[in-house]
Every structure is written in C-alpha cells, then in structure tokens.
C-alpha cells in the first residue's frame, strides 16, 4: 500500500520533517539496509585483513594499493553525482508521466450518464455495458504491465469470474487472432454499442455520439500510453552506466577509504578512527539516490510505494457503475438555496477558522500601489499646446466623490510626506490659473476648490 504522510507535513512547524525519518515501511533504511549491511561487513573484513593478518612488508604493499585507489574515490574520476543526478531525474519523469497516464472513467461514466438516455432496461443495459466495456480495457492493459494486477488475475477466466466479462465476449475475444496486445478490443465493443445507441434513438443526436467518441479516444489514448511506458524503458546502457558508477566508486573506497597507519605519515592519514564515518554517510546518500532510481523507474510492481493498481481497479469499476446507474436521474428536488432571498450574505465560519474574517480579501497585487499626486494628473495630448492639465472630473454626489476620493488620498499618502501633501492640496497651480480661459475659469476653479476640499478630508481622515 501507497505511503502518504501529506497529513503530517500539511503545516511547517519545528521537528515537522525529522518525525518522518523515525518510519520504517516506506523508508530508505528499508530499501537500503540490506546494501548498507554488506558494504560494512566488506569493508570490516579488509580492515581486519590489513590490521592483523598481514606482515609488515604485506601490509606496506596494502598501503600502497589503498593510495592508489584512494586517486579514484574523488568524483572528478568517477561522475557519480552528474550521472545520478541525471538518472533519478530522468526516472522521476517517467514515474510522473505513468501516473498521468492511468486511465480513469470519470470523464467517460459523465459523458455516458448525461448522453445515453433511457430510464428503462434497455437504456439502463447501454450504460453499464458501456462502461463495463471501458473498464475491461483498463483490466486487461494494467494485467499486462502490473504484477499485482496479474497475480489478481492471472487468467481471462478470473476476469470473466469478476464480472469484467462474459462468457460469449471471451469467446469472441479469443477468436480474434492477433500476435499483438488485445487490450482495445473492449474499446472498439463500446464503440460499436454507442453508434447502437444512436440508431436507437437513446443517444439523441450526433453532437453526443461525438462528445463520446472523444472522451473514448481519450481513455484509449491513456490506456496506450501506459502499455508503451511499459514496452519502451529508460535504455538499458544508461541504467548499467550509473550501476557500474556507483558500484565502481564503492569498491575503490572499500580499500582507498582504509585508516592507514599514522605513524607511517602518510598524507590524510593522521588519525586511526576504525569507523568510516562520512564514507558510510556517501555510502548512505549516492547509494540511496540509486534504490530511489530503481524504485520509481516502474512503480507497477509490488513495492511500499509502488501504484495501488488493484485499488484503483476497484475505486473505477464501483463509481462508473453508480454514475451511470444509480445516479441517472436521480436528482434531488430542485429548491431555493438558503441565501435566495439575500442580496449579500456571508457564509459562517466555525470557531478555530473566525480569525479568518478579519483577513482583507485579495483584490490584486496593484490594489495597495502607492501613488504619488502626479500619478492622479489626467494627460491629455490634444491639450498639450495650450499647457492645461486637466483633472478627472468627479461624478455623483459628494458623498460619492469623498468615497472614491478617500480611497485616492490613502494611495497618495502611500507615495508621499504627510506636509507636501498639505501643501499640494492648500497651494493650486500658479501656472494653471494664469493660462485658464475666462469661460473656464468658473468651472476649473470650483473643480480645483472641490478636489483640494476633498484631498484635505482624505489628509485629515487619515490622521
């Protein structure tokens, strides 16, 4: 079964990720244990070898082989961080990829439920024909390339025990010679059936029978994919490049990571510490980015975090069913929601999430810019010539003006001091005054008043 520890980690807090390192099934000491076992147990027996077992002249000629070897432990010799890198990376995509590809009814049970019409047998017969059709497909493609799916059914005869199939469908199932993967037969049966419908009326024109050809395509196009996945692997040079790598590394470091005598006074070799303690550690890391690499690369086998195939199986088969049987039709009476006579109203919080309404909704990343006075000048390039500045014209009554004007005077106390705003709105333009047109001078001049009246509000609202 799939390991999920979502629930653990959905809040950050102090020690959240270190409880995690305490779990067994699912672990990396699981998967690992058994390689981290041998790697000791060889690297103990040349210590012992090298300490106690050798002459002087012996263990001088061990020495100096350990030197050696000690050349090829650094990674510029052996990439094992480039080529593995490289490779989980690969295989992670491909794992992703085959997820993706997992074919589920979903959107096929919807089509049929709202498309094939009937609420007696026969209509009822269409639509769990149709949608046990597709998930046969489903069943034979993930016993092709699944070892649990397989072990669960490891003949057509259990698949037609679980009801997938009938007994005259295995007939015509094997009566079709081909040298190739059968699984699309199910698909073309469904095929067939809905141009049936069609003829009878029960899918009511071709709009429909099309919105279920697609969607059928779809789930075709997934259930192919997935048998490719399984047909053509992460080629096979480059998986036994990086095993070679890290199984090469490991075995020069099993005698180029020896303790040395120190009274020899060989170069890094001051102190006899017995236990390799960062080796083990690289041992731990390169040797585990490997068993994710191999864990991942097909997770339709049986390990702890391997696809939950059989499950899933179960979850289609169970949900098309109700979708397209119990559920058609079968609507709940059609009444006026709670809020139908409110204009605006609030949906209730409990109270651990009440904290939550005191938050100001996102209204955009613009909303708080700041602003300065220039940023509010309307510019207008016909009126360039005569040096006007003209102003948004305020609409409505006071009140909606002091409104909207409020919300401006809170941007420009954004983008400037508190005594240039005061002065801005106390001093109007010498310039702007001098160039007005007597006939507009009434006009500008009570628009000036009435903006400058306003933006002191906003100034002293603020305060």
């Known amino acids: 079964m799939t390991v999920s520890y979502t629930l653990e980690v959905a809040d950050a807090r102090f020690g959240g990720f270190s409880k995690l390192l305490f779990r067994w099934r699912g672990s990396i000491y699981r998967l690992l ?19 106690f077992l050798l002459t002087s002249k012996q263990q001088d000629l061990f020495e100096r082989i350990s030197l050696y070897c000690d050349q090829f432990t650094n990674t510029s010799f052996i990439p094992v961080l480039f080529v593995l890198g490289f490779y989980v990376s690969l295989a992670f995509n491909r794992w992703w990829g085959q997820y993706s590809s997992f074919p ?5 049970m919807m089509v ?56 005259d469908e295995l007939k015509k199932f094997e009566s079709l010679h081909s040298d190739f993967n059968k699984y699309w037969m199910p698909l073309t049966w469904f095929s067939n059936l809905a141009s049936r419908a069609r003829e ?32 053509i692997s992460i080629p096979l040079v480059y998986t036994q490049v990086v095993t070679l790598a890290v199984y090469s590394f490991f075995a020069f470091c099993v005698i180029g990571r020896q303790f040395l005598n120190p009274e020899k006074g060989y170069k890094d070799h ?24 191999e864990q991942i690369i097909n997770p339709f086998g049986e390990d702890d975090d ?43 919080y409990t109270l651990s999430t009440a904290a939550e309404t005191l938050m100001p909704p996102f ?60 002065d801005v709105s106390s001093h109007p333009n010498e310039e702007d005054d001098a160039d007005a047109s007597p006939e507009g001078d009434i006009n500008t001049i009570n628009h000036k008043k009435q903006e400058n009246t306003l933006i002191k509000v906003a100034v002293e609202h603020n305060l």
């Open 270 to 293: 001051k102190l006899d510490m017995y236990v390799p303690v960062f080796t083990l550690l690289q041992f731990f890391f390169y040797a585990g980015w490997l068993k994710v690499g």
């Open 104 to 108: 589920l009814p979903d959107n096929l």
């Open 112 to 167: 049929v439920s709202g498309n094939v019409h009937g609420a007696d047998e026969r209509g009822r017969l269409l639509r769990r024909t149709l949608m046990r059709y597709a998930n046969l497909s489903s069943v034979l493609i993930l016993r092709s390339i699944s070892t649990r799916v397989h072990k669960r059914f490891p003949t057509l005869e259990h698949v037609v025990e679980a009801g997938f199939m009938t007994t």
């Open 363 to 422: 209204k955009g990343s613009t909303f708080d810019m700041r602003m300065s006075a220039e940023d509010l000048e309307i510019h207008q390039p016909a009126d360039a010539s005569s040096g006007k500045k003209q102003y948004l014209p305020l609409k409505g009554s006071l009140g909606e003006g002091l409104d909207s004007l409020l919300q401006r005077g809170k941007g420009i106390l954004r983008g400037g001091s508190l005594p240039s705003l005061v």
């Open 200 to 231: 009878e009326g029960r899918v009511r024109d071709d709009i429909a029978l099309r919105l279920l050809m697609d969607e059928l395509n779809k789930y075709r196009g997934k259930c192919s994919l997935l048998f490719h996945y399984d047909w």
């Open 33 to 51: 244990y058994k390689d981290f076992l041998a790697f000791c147990g060889v690297y103990l027996f040349f210590s012992l070898f090298y300490r």
């Open 306 to 348: 391997d696809f939950e195939t059989n499950q899933l199986i179960d979850r289609n088969i169970q949900v098309s069913m109700l979708a397209v049987d119990d559920m058609y039709q079968n609507l709940a009476p059609i009444v006026k929601d709670k809020h139908w006579a409110q204009r605006h109203f609030s949906i209730p």
